[in-house]
């Protein structure tokens, strides 16, 4: 078998990137010093994180001349994530720390005045003229997941040979990728891009730069696409198997034997909503409050099945906190629990309970940032956009604004009193406990200290079928720039138009209708693309 180099110094969900490399048939060695990348063939350099933390620690670790003697020795190099962004001269990241300098630019952080930032999800990396650069194509799209990227500046990469693919996000044309002589870096991930992204690694592991361009199915719409998410609520029922469950307003059990619904095995539903298309999967363990996940080997293993065929991002919620361990009698630090999850196959990790908690102590201590919550530590080591914070927020109905000091919103919806004002309260516990903590309080908490998406669930909506609470997703996205992803009521396709025509919200999620075989991800993609949206076609 043929061998590829993978040097990941940092931090990162490698395991997907091996599972793609060995699904093409070749075997991957560690680049564990500076002095195996000379004896290396084919190298990948690949991170997620932060790009001064990054480099810092790459240039400490001796291997800056070593790498760039291998780019230069006409060797296959290939860089992703944060892999490309070091190659640049520097970012406004960190100004500190100088890149390698291979490609005559600088990263810029993304505008956030019009358009969530990070960037994240699926888009397109253009090249332009009639041929394809490592498996490139103009009708697929890429899952990138970025703040700061090089702003595309009509010839001058090309000037210095480089041949480069383009993205467009809001206003902003950037780099999405970069190829020259033994050259491919890439902005996406390739390893999280499905059939797309296995193309690009297979062009480039087999050295075909250039190919011509297949006929095109369709006409090539730029930018970024409606994000569909697949959400499964696992844990273990009655009878001890591991099962995909789902509640009405989180009551998990049957009304007439208590039972806890079984819809399906966790790896087999995630691998079958893969198939239909869905942009990105999450994973709740629901009984986390419970269990610590240092126990729970069996969703870990999850992750880890279900990361070597489904080749989309993968996020893992529950019980991400400091955990107690009985087994070493020791305090097991969030990132270490994080990584764990990170290590078994997991893109993002998603925190609860221990969000609402670190928001309050936030205020608190008049908004100072310790560094040290999960948020901070997990958001330092593998940047904002592997931190989910998940909010299962409920309705407090109120007569008028002041009648609390909480953020209120005019309702549509009256209360049962004809109250016409409601503010969300924060829960935790899996909404077992109601905190006297508003859900414009937490987001704004948890953005400060570094999540970089929010997870916006609504308890009174959890499987109604009644549609997302689009005023509750309304009053997040005024207060937040970070993607918000809508939760918690669909029921139907024309819920998730609704929801992306009447708000700004960055993607949205389904579980009980997908679960219960009502609707596919497929159909709600075709209605979507039907209202004029931009989805991702799911490619075999
Ligand atoms: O607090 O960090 O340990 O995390 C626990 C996680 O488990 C949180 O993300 C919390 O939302 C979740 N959780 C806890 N209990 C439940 C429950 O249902 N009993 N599920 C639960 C949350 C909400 C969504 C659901 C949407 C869409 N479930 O995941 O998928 O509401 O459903 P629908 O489309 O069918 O309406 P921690």
């Given at each position: 078998m043929p061998t590829v180099h993978l040097l990941d110094y940092a931090a990162g969900n490698i395991r997907s990137l091996v599972n793609a490399i060995e699904k093409l048939g070749w075997e991957v060695a560690w680049i564990e010093s500076p002095e195996d990348v000379g004896k290396a063939e084919v190298s990948h350099h690949r991170d997620a994180g932060h790009f001064g933390h990054c480099l810092g620690q790459f240039r400490d670790a001796g291997y800056v001349e070593p790498v760039k003697r291998f780019i230069e020795s006409g060797k296959p190099f290939m860089g992703i994530c944060v892999g490309i962004q070091a190659l640049f001269e520097g970012s406004a990241e960190n100004t500190s720390v100088p890149g390698l300098g291979v490609i005559r630019s600088r990263l810029e952080r993304f505008n956030d005045s019009e358009k969530s930032v990070p960037h994240i999800g699926w888009n397109s990396a253009n090249v332009s003229g009639n041929q394809s650069i490592y498996g490139l194509r103009p009708d697929s799209k890429y899952y990138y997941v970025h703040s700061y990227a090089v702003p595309y500046r009509k010839g001058q990469l090309e000037n210095d040979g480089w041949t480069v693919a383009t993205a467009r996000y809001g206003s902003e044309e950037f780099v999405g990728a970069v190829a020259r002589d033994n050259v491919l870096a890439t902005q996406f991930h390739p390893e999280k891009s499905g059939a797309a992204g296995q193309r690009v690694l297979k062009a480039f592991l087999n050295g075909q730069m250039r190919q011509p361009l297949p006929q095109l199915p369709s006409p090539t719409q730029e930018g970024l696409t409606r994000r569909i998410i697949a959400c499964l609520d696992v844990r273990t029922n009655d009878q001890g198997d591991l099962v995909v469950t789902k509640g009405d307003q989180y009551d998990v059990r049957e009304k007439d034997n208590n039972a806890v619904r079984n819809l399906g095995k966790p790896v087999e539903k995630a691998q079958q909503y893969y198939e239909q298309g869905a942009d990105e999967v999450t994973f709740l363990n629901i009984t986390s409050f419970r269990d610590t996940p240092l126990k729970d080997l069996p969703m870990l293993e999850v992750l880890r099945q279900a990361s070597a065929t489904v080749f989309v991002p993968l996020t893992i919620g529950g019980g991400i906190r400091d955990t107690h361990d009985p087994a070493t009698n020791r305090t097991v630090p969030a990132l270490e629990v994080a990584t764990l999850y990170f290590k078994s196959g997991a893109d993002k990790v998603s925190i609860g309970s221990d969000a609402v908690t670190a928001a309050e102590q936030y205020y608190a201590s008049n908004k100072t940032l310790t560094g040290k919550t999960a948020i901070e530590t997990i958001s330092e080591a593998?940047?904002?956009?592997?931190v989910v914070v998940s909010v299962d927020p409920k309705r407090v109905y109120v007569a008028s604004p002041e009648a609390t000091s909480h953020h209120t919103i005019s309702t549509a919806y009256r209360g049962p009193?004809?109250?016409?004002y409601c503010w969300y309260a924060c829960t935790i516990r899996g909404g077992r406990e109601t905190r006297d903590f508003d859900v414009v309080q937490l987001v704004t908490a948890v953005e400060a200290l570094g999540a970089g998406e929010i997870l916006l669930n609504c308890i009174d909506k959890d499987g109604t079928n009644s549609g997302f609470d689009l005023e509750l997703i309304r009053s997040v996205k005024a207060a937040v720039k970070i993607p918000v992803i809508a939760s918690s009521?669909?029921?139907?396709a024309d819920h998730f138009a609704e929801v992306f025509q009447q708000t700004n919200v960055d993607a949205a999620l389904g579980a009980g209708m997908f679960h219960r075989g009502e609707w596919t991800v497929k159909q709600v993609k075709e209605h979507l693309q039907h209202q004029g949206s931009m989805v991702r076609r799911f490619e075999e």
């Open positions: 593998y940047g904002a956009q592997a009193k004809g109250e016409k009521g669909a029921g139907n």
